[in-house]
């Protein structure tokens, strides 16, 4: 259901109502209570001692019905009418403008916002709707629980500029370097014609962290969004620091390492790898598949179909065995090569440069015999 056309919908019958009673008014005075049988609206005359004195049709079709006295909704022969009374004489004219159809509206638009109402109770992202002008139209509890605003405060539509400053007293946001520009920006930022959804991060005391989202709705409303998302960020802080960690810990290994997930994408590399490699694809991780390093490894040694096999082994998936092989660097140094697989599907490659005329050891997987389970 859309809310605001249901909303324009009521205005414009009221609206409406007013203007025929409008006119009714105009016609009496140039015509008198005859013109009004005329009229597909009930219209009566009472004079100046309150006895009804003249019906149109309509109102006689009503049957025998207790007139309303006064201005005001009155519901007659079961129909909802919007009464107008306007001077005549020393008597008064009412006139009764059918409201079903607004009944009808408002009720829909009644049961729409309490089905609004009981679906935001149930979120735990604190939600709160502001209408064109900015003020607060509509909140679930969660709003009031996540700010510690009080509820009265809350039922009294504050603008949005007096939320930020009962959020700031409360301490519920960062303090910014610039309040007053801060303030005046996110005031102003879903007022903006071109205005799109604005997102934020909010690092409260106590380790507590909020996303906070503007998000502009029809008709020059928006919404404010918080959202608690201090686990999610407590995780990635401890995923950032086990993997400082193992960065740590893999930096200190002679032989140059490269992990590659089980899609073929880099996720870890340490420092002699960027040593003996002369590039380091930790910094461009986004970057680093199996095929462009491959291509890195091709040209920084000497033509062998070694390094198609390693690609081709880094993207196989399921039960592989480690194997080991050796290549040659443009630069004359002998490199071992070993490739393992690892958790999850992932494979880890390690390159150890050897030194001058080194055989192979015993036992050692030959690029031969690779070659041979690979083609089988």
Request: glycine letters at 10%; aromatic letters at 8%.
């Amino acid at each position: 259901m859309d809310f605001w056309f249901v909303t324009q919908l009521i205005l414009s019958s009221v609206i409406g109502a007013a203007l025929i009673a409008l006119l009714v008014q105009l016609r009496s005075r140039e015509t008198g209570t005859a013109g009004h049988d005329a009229l597909a609206l009930p219209v009566w005359s009472v004079d100046g001692e309150g006895t009804v004195s003249a019906r149109n049709t309509a109102c006689l079709r009503l049957g025998n019905v207790i007139l309303p006295k006064g201005p005001g909704r009155s519901e007659l022969d079961g129909q909802w009418f919007e009464v107008s009374v306007h001077p005549d004489g020393e008597g008064q004219v009412f006139t009764a403008v059918p409201l079903d159809g607004v009944i009808r509206a408002e009720t829909a638009l009644r049961d729409f916002r309490t089905t609004m109402s009981d679906t935001f109770a149930q979120l735990d992202t604190g939600l709160g709707l502001f209408d064109a002008m900015g003020r607060l139209q509509m909140f679930n509890p969660a709003l009031a629980d996540m700010t510690g605003l009080q509820v009265e405060f809350l039922m009294r539509r504050p603008g949005f500029g007096a939320v930020l400053d009962a959020l700031r007293g409360k301490g519920m946001l960062p303090e910014p370097k610039d309040w007053l520009a801060w303030r005046r920006m996110m005031v102003e930022l879903p007022m903006s014609p071109t205005a799109s959804a604005h997102e934020e991060l909010w690092g409260l005391p106590g380790g507590v962290t909020y996303r906070a989202t503007l998000r502009p709705q029809a008709k020059g409303a928006f919404a404010l969004l918080l959202e608690d998302i201090s686990t999610e960020m407590l995780r990635s802080r401890r995923y950032r620091a086990d993997m400082e960690l193992a960065q740590s810990v893999i930096d200190t290994m002679e032989d140059g390492i490269a992990v590659f997930a089980e899609s073929g994408q880099l996720v870890l590399s340490n420092a002699a790898y960027a040593a003996l490699w002369g590039h380091d694809p930790g910094t461009q991780m986004g970057e680093g598949s199996i095929g462009k390093i491959a291509a890195h490894w091709r040209e920084a040694s000497a033509p062998d179909p070694l390094w198609k096999w390693i690609e081709e082994y880094i993207e196989t998936a399921g039960d592989r065995e480690p194997w080991q092989a050796e290549a040659r660097l443009l630069d004359g140094r002998l490199i071992a090569c070993r490739l393992a697989p690892i958790w999850s599907g992932a494979t880890m490659a390690a390159f150890r440069p050897l030194p001058p005329d080194h055989a192979i050891p015993d036992g050692m997987a030959s690029v031969t015999r690779h070659k041979a389970k690979m083609a089988g």
